[in-house]
């Protein structure tokens, strides 16, 4: 999963006296200090979880009182008085919120949840008091209806008409009788989609598949068996094996294991996370968010909450999302149903008389590409050390914009597993710090992520440098090797860098527009195209080397990797669309959801048309994009993306892998804009025109060409 998670709060530079009670707790707390760290940093190694609770309702209670000066001000409202007033609130808030969430997903436990718990529905209330406010709207209003008249750069425009859209998105134009219902809403929402995220990390952590017969270990990657065991030894059984529901474990044995039964149970257990009917079941909860979220998408005056979703995306409407998927599904679907014959004709040929079952699926799928281009993962991986892997991820960062990264062992880290670097300029420039953490714990939720602990933004003419943070998953060392990723990880790898540079190289006014903070179905594009240089033969020789020999990789296998990069792509592509139809189908219904999710879910899979050898990308009680994390209707946004990055990258294959010109334009137009204009309008100034799908056809192989091929 390339999950990206985004921390929204706004920053502040405005000075608020703290009360005697802040002053009484200064000594003990860290989050009423200036931050005496490197770079500002969060001073992690003095942050504990009692610190969270006082300081967010601190924060809540400094934001009233700013808000509260706004709406007091006799003066007439202005752009400065009021937008950017409202823009400057909340500082501490911001601080203290951003270090909660992300320390939540990457290094929570039972304190830090239960506060998650606590504060969700008080920080709704105070979102919704600012949002609510009437008084409040009223001089945002004033300001909108005159901002023709007003001399505003085009950032301060947009801050403008992101702030008046806020408002009325958020209800401000609801009746006052409807208002309150509308703050149940938001409340229950804020409670139902943080159970969901918990109830889904307790279940993946809950099961391990513990072997103790070395026979049923045939088929398995040497590393992945050492790896199970040293699992095991830490569970407390010594001289056995664990396999657990974290990708790094299950999505190999799924591929290697030859003991069917075994990859059945695991795979079982995978697909009915939260689906179990305890205590973590997540049926009754995501229904419940899904009707709620219709709810107040129509007395926000919209017919779905998808209408209301996608009014500020690319997509704009349901109708242009389904076109893309459906446009995307025939021949992904076509494909996939080849790939199942052949598979199925493959167990046939091996004697064996069981139809193709989803726990069959990766392991004939390996078995299939080991024939035809005679090529094995486990054949790869040695090749793709995560400190190499690193190393070329810089390189290629490097060629195209200049930048630099230097590890910072004195800056404090939230877990030993993270790392800290200063990202400079070629010429020494302070640009930001990153964060990267790359493997699974249990304290971490699954997926991988880019988040910030500080956005960037302008101080008195002064660039305030951004504090980013990139979370993985990714195989940990095992034995004596050392971490091994699979090419899903390195592109993956690739992948969250591109959004790490998104945060990194923003160079705007306002926090609030600044880095990822564009619409859903953009924010992909940085990231989806650094993952093109991945697959690059010129890059990958400047960092794939054997882990043993420090041979670079050969010719042959780069080949072999090349010649099967369509390969699996019917499969890969349909999983994926079948999730995001499903995500549509929740989030277009015109009334409630009546069935349980299991019958909805069911349903809308008959729907599409799904083979039964697929399930969805993500089940509906494990969909964590799009029931806790923020993409409800907008799981799309990846294709929608892949059709930008693959457009986007013909730029530099049709001239130069490492273009300085069209990096910089790409570094301006892009990466350092912003949400500060149009995503259409900054992508067309720097590709020179509107992007086709042609060339994410032909990527994955779906094109005519490819699926003739195919056939």
């Known amino acids: 999963m390339k999950k990206l998670l985004i921390v929204s709060a706004v920053a502040t530079t405005l000075s608020v006296a703290c009360s005697s009670e802040t002053e009484k707790k200064s000594d003990m707390n860290p989050f009423f200090e200036t931050y005496d760290t490197p770079f500002g940093v969060p001073p992690f190694d003095r942050i504990e979880p009692a610190h969270f609770a006082p300081a967010l309702r601190e924060g809540i209670q400094r934001q009233e009182v700013e808000v509260a000066a706004i709406v007091n001000n006799a003066e007439a409202p202005t752009f400065s008085n009021t937008i950017e007033a409202l823009e400057y609130s909340g500082e501490l808030l911001s601080k203290v919120s951003r270090v909660f969430y992300n320390i939540n997903a990457a290094n929570t436990n039972d304190e830090i949840q239960g506060i998650a718990r606590e504060m969700a529905p008080e920080l709704s209330k105070h979102s919704d008091n600012i949002s609510l406010n009437q008084a409040l709207f009223q001089r945002v209003r004033t300001v909108w209806e005159a901002r023709e008249s007003l001399d505003l750069t085009p950032e301060q425009q947009k801050l403008l008409e992101k702030t008046y859209k806020s408002f009325v998105r958020s209800g401000a134009n609801v009746a006052e009788e409807n208002k309150d219902r509308l703050r149940e809403i938001n409340s229950r929402l804020s409670t139902l989609t943080l159970q969901f995220g918990q109830n889904l990390q307790a279940e993946t952590n809950a099961f391990q598949l513990l072997i ?377 219904r015109k009334e409630p959801i009546k069935e349980n999710a299991t019958a909805f879910e069911k349903q809308s899979v008959e729907n599409m048309g799904l083979i039964s050898e697929i399930i969805p990308r993500y089940r509906s009680t494990y969909f964590q994009h799009i029931f806790s994390g923020g993409y409800s209707a907008g799981y799309y946004s990846y294709i929608w993306s892949g059709v930008l990055d693959t457009d986007a990258f013909q730029a530099f294959k049709e001239t130069e892998l490492f273009n300085p010109e069209k990096a910089l334009a790409f570094r301006k137009e892009i990466l350092e804009r912003g949400g500060t204009d149009d995503p259409m309008e900054m992508y067309v100034r720097f590709r020179g025109a509107e992007p086709k799908i042609d060339a994410l056809l032909k990527k994955r192989g779906l094109d005519e060409a490819s699926l003739a091929v195919t056939k």
């Open 212 to 588: 103790e017969d070395e026979t049923d270990l045939a088929g398995l990657p040497n590393e992945l068996i050492a790896a199970a065991a040293d699992d095991a030894k830490a569970a407390g059984n010594e001289g056995k094996w664990v396999f657990t529901l974290h990708n790094p474990s299950i999505m190999p044995f799924l591929q290697y294991a030859d003991n069917r039964n075994l990859r059945r149970q695991i795979w079982e257990a995978y697909k009915n996370r939260a689906d179990q009917g305890n205590e973590n079941d997540n049926k009754a909860i995501l229904v419940e968010i899904a009707n709620l979220r219709l709810e107040k998408a129509q007395m926000l005056g919209y017919n779905t909450h998808a209408d209301y979703a996608l009014e500020e995306t690319m997509a704009k409407n349901p109708d242009n999302v389904y076109k893309l998927l459906n446009q995307l599904w025939t021949p992904a679907l076509a494909k996939a149903k080849v790939e199942r014959d052949e598979m199925q004709a493959m167990i046939q040929a091996e004697g064996k008389d069981f139809s193709l079952q989803p726990w069959d699926w990766r392991y004939y799928e390996e078995k299939l590409r080991k024939q035809k281009f005679d090529l094995d993962e486990q054949e790869v991986k040695p090749y793709f050390a995560l400190d190499k892997v690193q190393e070329g991820v810089f390189l290629v960062v490097e060629k195209l914009f200049g930048l630099t990264f230097e590890y910072r062992p004195e800056v404090p880290v939230y877990h030993p597993d993270a790392k800290a670097y200063e990202v400079k300029e070629a010429d020494g420039t302070h640009v930001g710090i990153l964060y990267m953490d790359f493997h699974p714990r249990a304290s971490k939720r699954g997926g991988a992520w880019m988040t910030s602990y500080r956005s960037q933004k302008t101080v008195d003419g002064e660039r305030l440098a951004p504090v980013i943070s990139i979370v993985c998953n990714f195989s940990r060392p095992a034995g004596d090797a050392p971490a091994l990723l699979t090419f899903d990880e390195v592109t993956t790898f690739f992948h969250e860098f591109g959004h790490a540079l998104h945060g990194l190289l923003s160079n705007v006014q306002y926090s609030s527009l600044a880095g990822t903070s564009v619409p859903r179905d953009f924010v992909e594009l940085p990231s989806q195209v650094m993952e093109n240089w991945a697959t690059e033969p010129e890059v990958m020789k400047q960092y794939a080397f054997h882990y043993q020999t420090g041979e670079v990789i050969p010719d042959t296998l780069i080949e072999k990797l090349i010649s099967s990069g369509t390969f699996g792509q019917g499969f890969g592509t349909t999983e994926y669309l079948a999730a995001s139809l499903l995500d549509l189908d929740y989030h277009t």
